[in-house]
Structures are given as structure tokens and as C-alpha cells.
């Protein structure tokens, strides 16, 4: 019975776990289509990551903000690899 109740919390333990990927990949891809669409720019989010006293890395999490938005509020969050493949093929170096 307990080795029945063990199975069944790990199955569910991986579908939430797959259910959260599934989330991440989703919030990725619409963030990647937004970049490619020219509207925003990208600034790093460097305090959690600083705080932790370490660089930031591809695997981070980064802020992407609304050009147009003068009060810069974020607008969503992508892996930083995806930003700098973004910068790399579509935005000039800001000074």
C-alpha cells in the first residue's frame, strides 16, 4: 500500500514538474517573438543576480522593459541567452 501511495506522489510530483516546463517554454517563445518584433529593449536584471555575487549567465533570468514605457516598467522575462541572441542579430550596442 505505501509503495502504491509513494508511486502515485511521484507521478505527480513529475507532472507538476513537467506542467512548470511546459509554463517556462510557453513564456519563452512569447517573449522571443516580442523581442524579435523591435518594439523593446533590454536592460539585465542585475540586482538578485549580484546578490548572489556572481555574474549574470546565460541560464538567468533577465527584465525585458517597453522602450516606449517612460516610468520603465517591465514588461515580461526571458533566459539571458535569448537576449543576447537577440542583441547579437537584431539591436545596435547602446552607448
Same mark, same amino acid.
Given at each position: 500500500m505505501s509503495g502504491a501511495l509513494l508511486l502515485a506522489l511521484g507521478a505527480a510530483l513529475v507532472g507538476y514538474r513537467l506542467g512548470l516546463g511546459a509554463q517556462q517554454r510557453r @513564456? !519563452? @517563445?512569447r517573449c522571443w517573438r516580442h523581442l524579435q518584433g523591435g518594439h523593446h529593449?533590454?536592460?539585465l536584471h542585475r +540586482?538578485?543576480?549580484q546578490a548572489s555575487? !556572481? *555574474?549574470i549567465q546565460e541560464g538567468d533570468w533577465v527584465v525585458v522593459y517597453r522602450e516606449v514605457d517612460e516610468e520603465n516598467? *517591465?514588461?515580461g522575462q526571458c533566459y +539571458? !541567452?535569448?537576449v543576447y541572441e537577440f542583441q547579437a542579430r537584431f539591436v545596435q550596442r547602446r552607448p
Open positions: @513564456a !519563452r @517563445a529593449y533590454v536592460e +540586482a538578485e543576480v555575487g !556572481r *555574474p516598467q *517591465p514588461w +539571458a !541567452r535569448e
